[in-house]
C-alpha cells in the first residue's frame, strides 16, 4: 500500500530535550516537506526536499533541522524544542518532473507538545 | 507575499443544502491548485486538482472546483453536502516560482459542520 508514515504519532516532551520525528515514504517520491498545522494558520511548510542531499527552507525553519539521506526518509530534529514548537505535524510526499511538484501525500501526522 | 486566502473560517449547513468555499490567491504567474479535506483526527487527503485544461475540476465525492484566472479564485462546490462531509477543507496553490518549483502555499482552512 502506498503511504507515507510517521513516528511517532504521540509526543510530549520537556524544553531543550532533543527529538527525531521520522518520515518514510515507500512511493519513489522525488519530492518530502515537512509543515506544522496551527490552529487558523493552515499548514505551514518547514523544510522540503527535491531530492537525496538536496534540501531547503521553507516559511517557517526556525528551530529545526532535516536530513535527506535516502530518498525514503525526510527526518525532521528539533536541537531543543521550545513550547512554541508545540504544534500538529505532517510529512507529505510528491512525484517531481522537470522541478515541479503534483499532489502531496500526507502521513498521519505527529503531535507534539513541549512543556 | 505570496498568499492564499480562504475568506470562510467556520461554514454550518444542513444535510443537502449547497456548499461553496472560497479560494484566492495572490500570485501572477503559473500554478497548479488543489483542495485537500482532513476529516477529524486523520491526515489531508486530495480532493481535486487542477494543472491545466478545462478550469472545471471533478474530484471525488461530489465535489468540484471552478478555476477562474482572472479572479485569481478555486472556489470549491458541491451541489448536495451530506453529514460525512463535515471536515476541514484546505485550499492550496503551487507556485511555480524559481528556485522553488515546489512552493506549496496553504490557506488557512475552513471547517464545515454539516448538521443532520
Known amino acids: 500500500e502506498a503511504q507515507v508514515t510517521q513516528n511517532p504519532r504521540y509526543l510530549i516532551t520537556v524544553t531543550g530535550k532533543k527529538l527525531t520525528v521520522t518520515c518514510s515514504q515507500n512511493?519513489?517520491?522525488?519530492?518530502m516537506s515537512w509543515y506544522r498545522q496551527d490552529p487558523g494558520l493552515g499548514l505551514r511548510q518547514i523544510y522540503y526536499?527535491?531530492?537525496?542531499?538536496?534540501?531547503d527552507k521553507g516559511d517557517v525553519p526556525e528551530g529545526y533541522k532535516v536530513s535527506r539521506k535516502e530518498k525514503r526518509n525526510f527526518p525532521l530534529i528539533l536541537e531543543s524544542p521550545s513550547p512554541n514548537q508545540t504544534s500538529l505535524y505532517f510529512c507529505?510526499?510528491?512525484?517531481?518532473?522537470?522541478?515541479?511538484?503534483?499532489?502531496?501525500?500526507f502521513g498521519p501526522g505527529t503531535r507534539l507538545t513541549v512543556t | 507575499a505570496q498568499s492564499v486566502s480562504q475568506h470562510n473560517h467556520h461554514v454550518i449547513l444542513s444535510e443537502a443544502a449547497s456548499l461553496e468555499l472560497g479560494c484566492n490567491y495572490s500570485?501572477?504567474?503559473?500554478?497548479?491548485l488543489f483542495w485537500y479535506v482532513q476529516y477529524p483526527g486523520q491526515h489531508l487527503q486530495l480532493l481535486l486538482k487542477?494543472?491545466?485544461?478545462?478550469?472545471l475540476v471533478k474530484g471525488i465525492k461530489g465535489f468540484e472546483a471552478e478555476f477562474i484566472k482572472s479572479k485569481f479564485s478555486f472556489n470549491l462546490r458541491k451541489p448536495s453536502v451530506q453529514w460525512s462531509d463535515t471536515a476541514e477543507y484546505f485550499c492550496?496553490?503551487?507556485?511555480?516560482?524559481?528556485?522553488?518549483?515546489?512552493?506549496?502555499?496553504f490557506g488557512a482552512g475552513t471547517r464545515l459542520t454539516v448538521k443532520p
Open positions: 507529505a510526499s510528491s512525484f517531481s518532473a522537470q522541478g515541479l511538484s503534483y499532489e502531496q501525500y
Open positions: 512511493m519513489n517520491h522525488e519530492y
Open positions: 492550496a496553490v503551487n507556485l511555480h516560482s524559481l528556485p522553488n518549483n515546489n512552493d506549496m502555499r
Open positions: 487542477y494543472f491545466s485544461g478545462d478550469p
Open positions: 526536499s527535491m531530492n537525496v542531499e538536496v534540501t
Open positions: 500570485y501572477g504567474g503559473t500554478v497548479n
